[in-house]
Antibody
Framework: EVQLVESGGGLVQPGGSLRLSCAAS????????MTWVRQAPGKGLEWVSY????????HYADSVKGRFTISRDNARNSLYLQMNSLRVEDTAIYYC??????????WGQGTLVTVSS | DIQMTQSPSTLSASVGDRVTITCRAS??????LAWYQQKPGKAPKFLIY???SLESGVPSRFSGSGSGTEFTLTISSLQPDDFATYYC????????FGQGTKVEIK
């Protein structure tokens, strides 16, 4: 069974940093592209960042470019999102998502990031 | 950037109704379109890819159609479990979601 379990969310002040982790199991993690998607409270879905299977090709939404960094450790079956210079508008549930041929077939339950003073 | 626009934003329907949600792209995306269902407090669930291909395990009352810039998601006979918010997503150029369509009980 495919499982994606996010961790690392919490309350942080504007300008602060946070590192999200996603532990993957139930599938050959190193063979799959992975993505982070977020959802602000009461709002829709927003794609945040993408990593190809070896981590050498990454993409970011304009809203987070230069502040967020996606990475992965295939030996640990883990995906990460380093978030720096956090803003109030980054407040959201962050989902770790498996990418199958560019659409998103398995989603974690999400981790809540709250940016507030 | 490709923008995705769904209509309506909210849809009121009864069990057994045929329901159609429309998704329009700001430029042609061929059939690079997916649909997701999300219930309150839950992660989205993947339903359809390549505009009309049903994911394994998804009930056959769900169907998708369209190409280019206009797409539809149809539920042939609405069931109690189908009351949720539905999102379209393009994956022709990076990824963009529509704003969502909430299907509520009439």
């Amino acid at each position: 069974e495919v499982q994606l379990v996010e961790s690392g969310g919490g309350l942080v002040q504007p300008g602060g940093s946070l590192r999200l982790s996603c532990a993957a199991s139930g599938f050959p993690f190193s063979s799959y592209e992975m993505t982070w998607v977020r959802q602000a409270p009461g709002k829709g879905l927003e794609w945040v960042s993408y990593s190809n299977s070896n981590g050498y090709t990454v993409h970011y939404a304009d809203s987070v470019k230069g502040r967020f960094t996606i990475s992965r450790d295939n030996a640990r079956n883990s995906l990460y999102l380093q978030m720096n210079s956090l803003r109030v508008e980054d407040t959201a549930i962050y989902y770790c998502v498996r990418d199958r041929s560019s659409y998103f077939d398995y989603w974690g339950q999400g981790t809540l990031v709250t940016v507030s003073s | 950037d490709i923008q995705m626009t769904q209509s309506p934003s909210t849809l009121s329907a009864s069990v057994g109704d045929r329901v159609t949600i429309t998704c329009r792209a700001s430029q042609s995306i061929s059939t690079w379109l997916a649909w997701y269902q999300q219930k309150p407090g839950k992660a989205p669930k993947f339903l359809i890819y390549k505009a009309s291909s049903l994911e394994s395990g998804v009930p056959s009352r769900f169907s998708g159609s369209g190409s280019g810039t206009e797409f539809t998601l149809t539920i042939s006979s609405l069931q109690p479990d189908d009351f949720a918010t539905y999102y379209c997503q393009q994956y022709s150029s990076l990824w963009t979601f529509g704003q969502g369509t909430k299907v509520e009980i009439k």
